[in-house]
Nanobody, 127 residues
Framework: EVQLVESGGGLVQAGGSLRLSCAASGLSFDDYAIGWFRQAPGKEREGLSCISKSDGNTYYAHSVKGRFTISSDNAKSTVYLQMNRLQSGDTGVYYC????????????????????WGRGTQVTVFS
C-alpha cells in the first residue's frame, strides 16, 4: 500500500522560506512520479511541481517557477519542496501525491494521474 506523509508546513513571514517533506512508503521512485499540490481556501487544488526519477525530469507551474525547487532522496524515500520568497498567495494546504508510471519527459502531469495522496500540511504566509 502506498502511503505519503507530508511535513514541514507552518507559519512564515512573506519573503521567507520553508522546506516541505513527503515521506513515501510502499512505492519505488523508479516507478512513480511524485507531485506537490496546493489548495487554498475556496479554490481548486493546484499542481505546483513534480519529479519523475525514472527519466530525471521535473515540472514547475508558472506560479512557482524560480522560487520553488523539488528534489528527492532515494535513500530516505522522501521528496522535498524547497519554497523560497514565499508570498501571501502561497498560503494553503500542501499535498504530495504519487503517479504510477508518469514520465515527465513524455508529457506534463495531470491531476488525474495521481492516485495516492497524503493528508496535507498547512502553510500560512503572513505579511
Amino acid at each position: 500500500e502506498v502511503q505519503l506523509v507530508e511535513s514541514g508546513g507552518g507559519l512564515v513571514q512573506a519573503g521567507g522560506s520553508l522546506r516541505l517533506s513527503c515521506a513515501a512508503s510502499g512505492l519505488s521512485f523508479d516507478d512513480y512520479a511524485i507531485g506537490w499540490f496546493r489548495q487554498a481556501p475556496g479554490k481548486e487544488r493546484e499542481g505546483l511541481s513534480c519529479i519523475s526519477k525514472s527519466d530525471g525530469n521535473t515540472y514547475y507551474a508558472h506560479s512557482v517557477k524560480g522560487r520553488f525547487t523539488i528534489s528527492s532522496d532515494n535513500a530516505k524515500s522522501t521528496v522535498y519542496l524547497q519554497m523560497n520568497r514565499l508570498q501571501s498567495g502561497d498560503t494553503g494546504v500542501y499535498y504530495c501525491a504519487a503517479a504510477l508510471g508518469l514520465r515527465l519527459g513524455d508529457r506534463y502531469p495531470n491531476l488525474a494521474d495521481f492516485g495516492s495522496w497524503g493528508r496535507g500540511t498547512q502553510v500560512t504566509v503572513f505579511s
